[in-house]
């Protein structure tokens, strides 16, 4: 019987909990803001001009709690997809991990990542 080589249960829930910290973070704040406002297309083009201040949108009460803390672990960390891509291509066996992080990458760094990240920076 041969055995075959599995990453541990702790490094699978801990890529899953840092992709959806990152994603509620990134796009639980813009879901938030486009809710408050009506503004539909700020989806595709988030700005202050048509978003206004993050801050001002973000629920209250324990949802506070739930998106704005990944908000503030986005700003800070912003870089966290080039880590986890990074630290991916390491392990050959986490092919699944390692697009769902390129895919992140490459969300981060393209302009639309970018100007998502100026709005929460202000």
Known sequence: ???VDQAPAWRTWLHGVLVAV????????L???V????????????GLDRLGD??????????????????????????LPLIGFVLALFRPRSRRWML?????????FSPYGSALHRWLID
């Open 1 to 3: 019987m041969t055995r």
């Open 35 to 46: 809710l408050a406002t009506g503004d539909w297309g700020a989806l595709f083009d988030p």
């Open 54 to 79: 993050p801050k001002d949108s973000l629920p209250s009460g324990p949802m506070l709690w739930v998106v704005g803390l990944p908000a503030a672990f986005v700003i800070y960390v912003w870089f």
């Open 100 to 108: 769902v992080w390129a895919l992140l990458t490459l969300l981060i």
């Open 22 to 29: 990152y994603l509620v973070g990134q796009f639980g704040s």
């Open 31 to 33: 879901l938030c803001a």
